[in-house]
């Protein structure tokens, strides 16, 4: 390390940003733990900027390579228990789209005190918590925060960087049909679309996902669908078993939720997922319009987006279910969202 150490919390410019990062020598990259496109997009585009300007790079995740994002490359990716920990030499930790340190999962048990934090993101409620931390809560996509980077350091998008990071800003912002999409989106994308990546085999790479056990496990998800205050909150519960019956994984649920915000008068949506050998459930909130979602995750000590949020309530999913549907209930009757 030649520059001086940052304070943790504190925003960093994009310019003390990347002299920071040109100072440090051997990155550990990872992302959050169930890690979705623009996660993974993020880290593969920095994981090759860094390798550019002539680091040494390991990607660590705690998860497996998500098998629905076969558009990207799995070829980097190693798992926390499949790596020799005592061989795993770097100064420098870098995580894309993580909006704090316990959302890495236990990639953490290998930061030690003297490991220099980079934190670069796009969630409202991050916590800042890196020495140097590039955080854009405006920007659609951690993607996009990205590209800034490269830019930063006059580095021209490669087709596999620019392939990388259109499947982060694509999968964030609902193929740009999110409220997040922004007319800056829309101008990245186009810089991204500038360097000939093929849109299309990458929007079939992203959507054309559906296998039968999906179809089955969806039409039992279905059959669970329920709603209240008039239609304004929809909201379905799976159980392990569902998952067992179907010979689904949670993977394959995801989406589901999707359909729940598809039906008009839905204002809020949630599902619901009982969690593997816990008591603990999982919950997945959407939004319509001028509701948070944020705010309700916040409340159960998650987090997210304004459209998109989640958290894990340590309760079985029958009182878990009560537990969310009667805050959402209060909260839409009181101020309307
Ligand atoms: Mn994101």
Same mark, same amino acid.
């Given at each position: 390390m030649t520059t001086r150490l940052a304070a943790k919390g504190s925003k960093s410019t994009l310019a003390d940003f990347c002299r920071a990062l040109k100072g440090c020598e051997r990155y550990l990259l990872t992302c959050h =733990?169930? *890690? +979705?496109? $623009?996660?993974?997009?993020?880290m593969l585009a920095m994981d090759s900027l860094l390798r550019r300007i002539g680091k040494e790079v390991i990607i660590i995740c705690e998860d497996a390579f998500p098998e629905r994002l076969h558009c990207l490359s799995d070829k980097r990716w190693n798992r926390i228990d499949s790596v020799d920990r005592a061989r795993i030499e770097f100064d420098a930790l870098l995580t894309t789209d993580s909006p704090s340190l316990k959302r890495i999962g236990r990639v953490q048990e290998l930061v030690r005190d003297e490991t220099v934090i980079f934190n670069i993101d796009h969630h409202v409620s991050n916590k800042y918590f890196g020495h140097y931390n590039y955080v854009r809560p405006e920007a659609a996509a951690t993607g996009e925060v990205v590209m800034d980077i490269f830019k930063a350091l006059e580095l021209p998008l490669t087709k596999q960087e620019a392939a990388d990071l259109y =499947?982060?800003?694509?999968?964030?912002?609902?193929? /740009?049909k999110y409220s997040n999409t922004t007319a800056e989106s829309h101008r990245r994308a186009? +810089?991204?679309l500038e360097t000939g990546i093929d849109v299309e085999r990458l929007n079939e790479d992203i959507y054309g996902v559906y296998s039968l056990k999906k179809i089955k496990l969806y039409s @039992?998800?279905?059959k669970r669908v329920r709603t209240t205050a008039s239609g304004a909150i929809a909201w379905a519960a799976m159980r392990q078993d569902d998952?067992?019956?179907?010979?689904?994984? %949670? +993977? $394959?649920? +995801?989406? /589901?939720?999707?359909f729940l915000r598809y039906m008009r008068e839905v204002k809020v949506a949630f599902f619901l997922s009982e969690l593997d050998g816990s008591k603990g459930t999982r919950v997945s /909130? @959407?939004?319509?319009? *001028? %509701? $948070? =979602?944020?705010?309700?995750?916040?409340?159960f000590n998650g987090g997210g987006h304004k459209k998109a949020s989640?958290?894990?309530?340590?309760? *079985?999913?029958?009182?878990a279910e009560r537990l969310v549907l009667n805050y959402l209930e209060k909260r839409l009757a009181q101020h309307g969202g």
């Open positions: =733990v169930m *890690p +979705e496109g $623009d996660a993974i997009g993020s =499947v982060a800003v694509a999968t964030d912002t609902g193929s /740009f186009s +810089e991204l @039992r998800l279905l998952l067992k019956k179907s010979g689904a994984t %949670y +993977e $394959d649920s +995801e989406g /589901f939720i999707d /909130f @959407r939004a319509k319009g *001028p %509701y $948070d =979602v944020n705010s309700i995750a916040t409340h989640g958290c894990v309530i340590e309760m *079985p999913l029958k009182k």
